[in-house]
């Protein structure tokens, strides 16, 4: 009984509790196989939690703290990644290395943005958003380029009938959870979003911390971006859009205090597995794009009025 | 003179400035900009996005920010090409009914302490899709009478901005003159001093929600008559366009401090950045990145305005 209690506390278990259930649903009721539904919610969350997990990292940096930049951020690093590699196997780590230092480029900009000029953050991001955005579409120019083939089969292949994409989703969800909970910096950014005087106060290197987490979340997306466009074989301008707002979500869903200062990572896979299989289910029903948004969004709403109200003084 | 200079109109002054210098840069790289027709054709989408601006600045005010507005005007759009024209009463009815929810969404986020960003996200998703069941395909017919309104040719001055100027008086005297935009305000600066007060925060909450749905569906309703038909995406832009324009316009994220007729010029601004960049040829791929370009140079020149009035103080 105060196991199941202790569980019962847990932030992110509702969202592993839903997620089962949309997955349950789906399959008893709508009759969907049960390796293929597993394996595309695997794959398709494991993108949302790449994003979604650098996305937290900044929303734990205390209110208003939100990169509006990781879909434009995921297009470029898509668009020129895959140019770079040109359907050459053997430039697939230059591209990986060209999409990480896009990634950094657009942190180090997002960060100096607000620092420097003092920007609220969610404008910052928003105004580098437009230039990220301008800059993919400029190096695009329409042209769709195929990932090669090596990497194009590693993203869309199973391993022991786990997805690639899921397995590099679980490592890079380790290291964020280590990070979290293990190290000086994720005390140091739970601490600043707690309070960031306070944070000043107890001599945390407040201003190196913040501009490692957006860069972390900037890096974040371009790899998502990266993976996004050799799994859907070619990056197109709009591949980053619904990102968006599924990578707030996504953090939000699976337990992380919008106030900041409390996040979790297992929260995110709950959620992101949790986004897709809900529309999967409504899929399988044969519903319509219309009816499948409402429901999306009545359920954001009624996840968030149910484990919602902890924060006093949040937005 | 300067001491003679408040603190709200020093807000006021550097949104003018930008939007003066804008104008100036386009009557010199385009002399036939300035004419009647010219003017009209400069600030015609300025008059929708000027009314979400408002809706959104109202949302500000009490400390929110509200995620759904693009997609909360696309589907008032769809409305209003289609119930609002064949059954006008229908048309009506509905619209007074989403006004209504959306004070409902200001009574429950404050009632349940919920971070009105989720709640808005989730909302996002619910308008979305029933501006998809609206109007599958894009189509739909603006009502004639709003057809005329926005086509108006008043004497002397555009109907753009004759409405642009209507927008700042009203919103002015709602958000700053009356006693409600003061308890709105208040909300916003110190909840609860305004609570010990007496007065309460709950009906603010709502008003504010309520009035902020009052000026959104303003925004869907022009947006339809300037387009002549409507389709479920027309708007999304509007989420960030209002957010920017609000900052632009002097207004803060926390603490109740907006400026109405500033929003309106952070509007005005945004519209023309684009006209601007047109009459500069300026390659289509880096309109978006060079309107990213013009929000952040404006806010810096704030921060330097800002500075240089703290050090006229301290003298």
Request: charged letters at 10%.
């Amino acid at each position: 009984m105060r196991l199941l209690d202790r569980i019962s506390r847990r932030p992110w278990i509702w969202s592993w509790f839903a997620a089962f259930l949309a997955w349950f649903a789906t399959i008893v009721t709508g009759g969907a196989s049960t390796l293929g539904l597993s394996q595309a919610a695997l794959t398709f969350a494991a993108f949302s939690i790449i994003v979604g997990i650098g996305q937290m990292f900044v929303i734990t940096l205390g209110p208003g703290n939100i990169d509006l930049s990781v879909p434009s951020t995921m297009t470029l690093a898509g668009t020129v990644a895959l140019k770079l590699m040109d359907v050459d196997n053997a430039m697939i780590l230059p591209g990986l290395m060209i999409a990480v230092l896009i990634g950094i480029a657009v942190g180090v900009f997002n960060y100096a943005l607000i620092k420097a000029l003092r920007i609220p953050p969610i404008i910052a991001t928003l105004s580098m958003s437009f230039i990220i955005q301008s800059a993919a579409i400029w190096t695009n120019r329409g042209l769709r380029i195929k990932p090669p083939s090596v990497l194009a089969d590693f993203t869309t292949a199973t391993t022991l009938g786990v997805p690639n994409v899921s397995l590099v989703a679980l490592v890079i969800s380790v290291c964020a959870w280590f990070l979290l909970e293990k190290t000086i910096y994720g005390r140091w950014i739970s601490a600043i979003g707690q309070s960031m005087p306070a944070a000043r106060m107890a001599g945390i290197p407040v201003d190196g911390t913040r501009f490692v987490t957006y860069l972390f979340c900037a890096v974040l997306a371009a790899l998502a971006g990266y993976l996004l466009a050799c799994f859907s074989g070619g990056a197109a301008l709009n591949m980053g859009t619904e990102y968006l707002l599924m990578s707030i979500a996504v953090v939000v869903l699976g337990g992380t205090a919008v106030a900041g200062g409390d996040s979790n990572v297992p929260g995110i896979w709950g959620a992101s597995l949790f986004m897709f299989l809900v529309v999967s289910m409504l899929n399988t029903y044969g519903l319509g794009a219309g009816i499948r948004l409402i429901m999306t969004g009545l359920i954001i709403i009624s996840v968030i009025m149910l484990a919602g109200g902890r924060q006093p003084g949040a937005r | 003179m300067r001491r003679t200079l408040s603190a709200d109109a020093m807000r006021l002054a550097i949104p003018a400035l930008s939007l003066t210098i804008l104008l100036a840069a386009v009557f010199w790289l385009q002399p036939r900009a300035m004419s009647y027709v010219g003017l009209n054709l400069l600030f015609n989408l300025a008059v929708p996005i000027a009314l979400a601006t408002i809706a959104q600045m109202l949302i500000m005010s009490v400390n929110d920010l509200d995620l759904s507005m693009g997609t909360f005007v696309s589907f008032v759009a769809c409305v209003t090409a289609t119930f609002l024209r064949e059954a006008p009463l229908v048309g009506m009815l509905i619209l007074f009914g989403v006004v209504v929810v959306y004070a409902g969404l200001g009574v429950v986020i404050h009632l349940r302490n919920l971070p009105s960003i989720v709640v808005s996200l989730g909302m996002s998703f619910v308008w979305a899709g029933l501006a998809v069941l609206l109007l599958p395909a894009p189509g739909g017919q603006a009502p004639d009478w709003v057809r005329a309104l926005m086509t108006m040719k008043p004497p002397v001055a555009p109907m753009a901005i004759v409405a642009s100027i209507l927008i700042a008086i009203v919103a002015h005297f709602v958000v700053m003159r009356s006693s409600l935009g003061v308890l709105i305000r208040g909300v916003g600066g110190n909840q609860r001093s305004v609570e010990r007060a007496g007065w309460s925060v709950v009906g603010a909450r709502a008003a504010a929600y309520g009035l902020a749905g009052v000026f959104a569906v303003l925004a869907g309703v022009a947006l339809v008559g300037l387009t002549t038909s409507a389709d479920a995406n027309i708007a999304l832009r509007y989420t960030l366009l209002s957010i920017a324009g609000v900052i632009l316009g002097g207004g803060e994220f926390i603490g109740g401090r907006v400026s109405p007729i500033g929003a309106v010029i952070g509007a005005l601004t945004l519209t023309l950045a684009g006209s601007f960049l047109s009459f500069l040829r300026i390659s289509p791929d880096w309109q978006i990145g060079a309107q990213g370009a013009i929000l952040i140079i404006v806010l810096a020149l704030r921060l330097l305005l800002n500075r240089l009035e703290k050090r006229e103080k301290r003298r």
